[in-house]
């Protein structure tokens, strides 16, 4: 028996693409890898694609990539956006030197789990508490200004907000898995 195709809630842009959208998908997607399915949603609105892509953080920022993947994965974790979490995971986990403890901990458990340095408890912390207060306590502050710089700080603050966003489209959309995105982990308890 065929699964029934699962399928966003706006249909997505199709092949072939207008030229200058074509030139940006390849820029921002591994060579001979279609487009996602996320960026071909948000493209069938040029404004909003254009507002979308001039937010991207996907370059080499004040962060290394371990800290930019370790707010990313815990920001769409706590969002339950596993489309894009998987897509995270799958792509840059390995080359962030994520180990499979600690991307099992970016969904199920707490900051102070034992498989993160006390630089990275105090940031996901920080994320955590972006998500669920949308600030800092002044100990929380000061926890992650241990660790980080100012510049840094802001470049947190900017990816939660950025992937929150990005979370809200392929949730609010009901984007189906990537099949080659990673699959959130599930509870051993």
Not at 115 to 132: K, M, N, P, Y
Not at 142 to 160: F, G, M, N, P, W
Request: net charge negative.
């Amino acid at each position: 028996m065929e699964k029934p195709q699962v399928v966003s809630r706006i249909a997505p842009l199709e092949p072939p693409y207008a030229p200058q959208l074509q030139a940006h998908f390849d820029r921002i997607m591994p060579p001979g890898v279609a487009p996602l399915l996320l960026f071909r949603t948000i493209a069938t609105s040029e404004r909003a694609w254009r507002k979308f892509s001039d937010g991207s953080l996907l370059d080499r920022g004040p962060l290394s990539l371990r800290e930019r993947e370790i707010v990313i994965d815990r920001t769409c974790a706590l969002a339950r956006c596993e489309y894009e979490w998987g897509i995270h995971v799958a792509i840059f986990a390995e080359r962030a030197r994520l180990t499979d403890a600690q991307v099992r901990a970016t969904v199920l458990e707490g900051a102070d789990a034992a498989c993160w340095s006390d630089a990275e408890q105090a940031l996901i912390a920080a994320v955590d508490a972006l998500h669920h207060h949308t600030t800092w306590k002044e100990t929380e502050f000061t926890a992650l200004k241990r660790h980080y710089s100012d510049e840094q700080v802001l470049e947190i603050i900017q990816l939660c907000g950025f992937y929150r966003t990005v979370s809200c489209f392929a949730n609010a959309l009901a984007l189906p898995l990537e099949a080659t995105a990673a699959r959130f982990p599930v509870s051993e308890r």
